[in-house]
């Protein structure tokens, strides 16, 4: 199956303000739903607005979300299956001459899409793993397998990616022509989260060292 | 007035999973909603669950938002006021001896309220400054005062924190007791926002250093 490069444009995830930081282009948007580390979920539930932080993870066009499955927000996923997923990352403050052309960069995606409970053990034995693997590669595989019933205690909500769209905004302030004359420093102040150095825990086996695929997770900019 | 020191626990903020993660104080809810750079805004648009990330600012019981006032999300959220907002902080990767208590450590905050558009051009400047505090502390008496036009094309939405729960999770894996003799390394991953070093404007007046209160901004922790 071949796919467009871009997400179609439509009702929903069409982007108005700000429509030159814009972006319907697939491999961008997959690429900011791949380095966030926590989504905000958004559904309707008796009428009302909730929006829960999930870890996800993209496998092709299908975001997974976990928790217990007897969790309210599984639950309730599996009840109210339309959905709205934003991811952002933020990149800096940008300090513009006035308050007013003050503003973030940022990379986020918005995600439009129908969530569906996961019946199946194999579906959602994949998709613990494929959680575990976009939050610690490499550790799926130095762990021993997932009980039976840890996979029976697991909810695993797959939702379809239907529309997305990215907004991208860097760079310096865009000041009003004028007001490049006031002498008021003005520019841009990096943000970064990074991954520190790791702490053991308390009760290890005695001469266990992290793994190579764990200690690569050290340091790192997320 | 005085406050109670918790919210009210109700069906709209309880805590069902985790609960021995769950707060109700109302310090530590007002410590990350001040904390967080990011709010993530979730409202119900024609039935349908929308989530849009968002800059706020707390003042007392209320939070709020802005956009360019003809913004859609403005419009969207004076017409849809039952809102709910997410604050959430990454703290690290909680790398368990099995993929099932492997996890996250955060502070994350729920806020259920009613947001309604602000008209007044005292609150909206009000609330502008606000927002610029929350971003910039000590920025605002430095910058020229906003236009009567700026404040005519920005919208602002205030929303009362009619209830909210904090829900932290940190510190070091909760393994099977069965699973702390597997000769597999665990622990905590660390995960830190900072901001770092500023980035001149390439327009700047000859001279223009940032003021001490631009510099203090500098890698800080986030």
């Not at 217990?68 to 959905?83: F, Q, T």
């Not at 702490?199 to 997770?217: F, K, M, N, T």
């Amino acid at each position: 199956m071949t796919q467009e490069d871009n997400y179609a444009v439509g009702k929903q995830n069409s982007v108005r303000q700000l429509r030159d930081k814009a972006s319907y282009d697939r491999e961008l948007v997959h690429r900011i739903l791949d380095t966030g580390l926590v989504a905000h979920v958004a559904f309707v539930q008796d009428g009302q607005p909730l929006v829960v932080p999930m870890i996800h993870a993209r496998d092709g066009e299908t975001l997974y979300l976990h928790g217990a499955r007897k969790a309210r927000v599984i639950r309730m996923l599996a009840e109210n299956s339309k959905v709205c997923i934003n991811v952002t990352l933020l990149d800096g403050i940008v300090l513009a001459r006035s308050a007013f052309n003050s503003s973030m960069n940022y990379r986020s995606v918005t995600v439009h899409g129908v969530a569906t409970l996961i019946e199946s053990a194999q579906e959602k034995l994949h998709a613990m793993k494929c959680i575990s693997e976009q939050l610690m590669p490499g550790r799926w595989d130095e762990l021993r397998a997932p009980l039976e019933r840890e996979v029976k205690m697991t909810g695993v909500i797959a939702v379809s990616i239907d529309s997305a769209a990215a907004k991208v905004a860097s760079g310096l302030p865009e000041d009003e022509e004028d007001d490049y004359g006031i002498p008021v420093w003005a520019g841009t102040l990096p943000v970064v989260s990074n991954s520190g150095q790791l702490i053991d825990d308390e009760r290890l086996q005695p001469g266990v060292r992290p793994s190579p695929a764990v200690l690569a997770l050290q340091n790192r900019r997320l």
